[in-house]
């Protein structure tokens, strides 16, 4: 093997130890963003379910207040007639 040829191997080597250097740290990096991902996916998932439960409780409580409201204006005109009776 003459010297240019030594020389070019040695660049080459360099040049894909470099490249591999580089593969490796980019694969750290997605290794690092998918656990991110996955810790916010995770809180996110919390969240979401939170939120629905008291979306659930919100929306019984609303239909609490509906049914009390609506017995309410029942006895209204009831009582208005009561009172024309009476008269």
């Known amino acids: 093997m003459n010297l240019l ?6 660049y080459y080597s360099c040049g ?15 290794a690092e963003l998918t656990k991110s991902l ?4 995770a809180e996110l998932r919390a969240s ?3 939120a629905t439960a008291e979306n659930a409780d919100l929306a ?12 309410l204006l029942e006895q209204i005109p ?3 007639e009561a009172n024309e009776e009476t008269a």
């Open 78 to 80: 009831a009582a208005d």
């Open 48 to 50: 979401l379910a939170t």
């Open 16 to 30: 894909m130890i470099s490249e591999f250097h580089q593969l490796s740290e980019k694969i750290e990096q997605l």
């Open 5 to 10: 040829t030594e020389i070019r191997q040695a």
């Open 38 to 41: 996955r810790r916010e996916n």
């Open 60 to 71: 019984k409580r609303i239909e609490e207040a509906y049914q009390r409201v609506s017995a």
